[in-house]
């Protein structure tokens, strides 16, 4: 019983290094949503994706970010030469069909940029 | 564009005690409003959801009522628990984007 699966849970990165943040949703979801919480803040949207599909990444940063949900395999969200900023928790969601809110979260990714 | 606010916190109460943390929204059209919360460690989980007006979402002993005349979706519990402990994000959908648009979120102790 599979729940959406985020790892790693913790991540550190150097200044300028890549991190990939990786989201299995629910078995049988084709609908992906990312959020970051910045600390002290509530979660922001970031991007919504279905398989092969960006749908909506108007909460994404224009330059550094990127999301996939590839047709098999996980939805990776990528970060390009890290900054401390971009220091937060990551959290996925999935769901299995468009603009259904109930949709379940992972456990988060912890960004640390040192 | 849309928002939402709630109580800062946290909120320290007693066991038993009766619990209100408040929220409100302005968005665009006639949003779903929802109360996510999250226990040390865990997710997010949906806690109870009301989309549309004078609706009353409620579980596990939380209520709340969609109140379109004071855009609020204040969060109720009449005798809180331990286990109760976690925090509570107010959030809401409908508006020009896709996904949810989350309050700041309320860090609930209840001590026994």
């Known amino acids: 019983n599979a729940g959406v699966m985020q790892n790693p849970r913790h991540l550190v990165r150097r200044r300028g290094q890549e991190a990939r943040l990786r989201c299995s949703p629910v078995k049988g979801h084709s609908h992906v949503y990312w959020y970051r919480q910045l600390p002290e803040e509530g979660l922001k949207f970031m991007v919504y994706l279905q398989k092969e599909n960006i749908i909506d990444e108007s909460g994404m940063p224009k330059e550094r970010f990127s999301a996939e949900f590839p047709k098999e395999g996980p939805s990776i969200l990528r970060i390009q030469q890290v900054v401390r900023g971009d220091s937060a928790a990551y959290f996925c969601?999935?769901?299995?069909?468009?603009?259904?809110?109930?949709?379940?979260f992972g456990q988060g990714t912890r960004l640390t940029v040192v | 564009g849309d928002s939402v606010t709630q109580m800062e916190g946290p909120v320290t109460l007693s066991e038993e005690a009766f619990l209100t943390i408040n929220c409100t929204y302005t968005?665009?059209?006639?949003?779903?409003l929802f109360w996510y919360v999250q226990y040390p460690g865990e997710g997010l989980q949906l806690l109870l959801k009301a989309t549309k007006a004078d609706d009353k979402g409620s579980n596990k002993g939380f209520e709340a009522t969609y109140r379109k005349e004071t855009t609020s979706f204040h969060l109720e519990k009449g005798s809180v628990q331990v286990s109760d402990s976690a925090v509570y994000f107010c959030?809401?959908?409908?508006?020009?984007?896709?996904?949810?648009?989350f309050g700041k979120g309320t860090h609930l102790i209840i001590q026994p």
């Open positions: 969601a999935s769901s299995p069909r468009d603009r259904d809110t109930e949709a379940f």
């Open positions: 968005a665009t059209g006639y949003p779903s």
């Open positions: 959030a809401l959908e409908g508006g020009g984007a896709d996904g949810l648009t």
